[in-house]
């Protein structure tokens, strides 16, 4: 029985983790945030396995509450934010495809060697998916400083929250319900302030491209710093 659970828990980590690399491989929004709700059904699956085989009724509640929120609510937000200001693909990363590709095995492999010393003492039927789920949260910080368009900075913070509940839940043989709907109260929180935000950043300057932001900050700072040095002089 043991064997089967650590099976089951090490193909749902698998899974989120190949999701993950969709981020690194593709360049349309869309399939980011496809990308992003298969990976929320996985791991809403992993965390109901997690709960049978564990005894754990309350792991029901949580995967049902993951899977409405991470896989229904928050994707048709996504979509609907995508249509609404008009961006469709991650055109020019800082980091190409190719390397993002390579840097994203490689934070796969730091994982393992992150979690190694976790793994070695654990005697959890679940240790085995431990390293994947610290590296889908590698690559969630990696997706969030590699991309230029806000949009899919927030997917690269969803993808690294779920690299944290799959985490949780396998680290931990599963998390008390109360702390479990204290976080998705957080994430939902932190998800509605930066829609927000970018709403705003698009209503005020027509794009969610961070290269161009910070462009308009070098020419608005750039006009200040010669007033400065004329009134110096």
């Known amino acids: 029985m043991d064997s089967l659970f650590s099976q089951l828990t090490a193909l749902g980590s698998s899974l989120a983790l190949v999701c993950s690399f969709m981020l690194l491989w593709r360049r349309s929004l869309d399939s980011f945030a496809s990308a992003f709700t298969i990976q929320s059904i996985v791991v809403s699956a992993v965390t109901a396995v997690v709960g049978y085989f564990g005894n754990d009724s309350d792991l029901y509640y949580v995967a049902g509450l993951f899977l409405l929120l991470k896989a229904v609510l928050i994707p048709y937000v996504l979509r609907r934010t995508r249509r609404r200001i008009g961006a469709l693909r991650e055109d020019t990363p800082y980091v190409n495809t190719a390397t993002s590709l390579l840097i994203g095995g490689l934070l796969v492999l730091l ?6 010393p976790l793994v070695v003492l654990s005697d959890l039927p679940t240790r085995s998916g431990i390293p994947l789920a610290m590296g889908i949260v590698f690559i969630g910080l990696f ?9 899919t900075q ?9 690299g944290i509940a799959l985490l949780a839940i396998l680290g931990t043989y599963g998390i008390p319900l109360i702390v479990e709907l204290g976080v998705f109260l957080d994430v ?18 027509d794009s969610i491209d961070v290269e161009q932001l910070n462009m308009l900050t070098e020419v608005t700072i750039r006009p200040a710093d010669r007033v400065s040095g004329g009134g110096g002089a």
Do not use: C, H
Request: no cysteine; charged share 15%; hydrophobic share 55%.
């Open 188 to 205: 939902l929180m932190g998800f509605w302030v930066m829609q927000v935000f970018l709403y705003q950043i698009d209503q005020t300057f």
């Open 143 to 151: 997706v969030i400083i590699s991309r230029k368009k806000a949009l």
């Open 154 to 162: 927030i997917i690269g913070f969803l993808v690294l929250e779920n």
């Open 111 to 116: 994982s393992y060697v992150v979690t190694r």
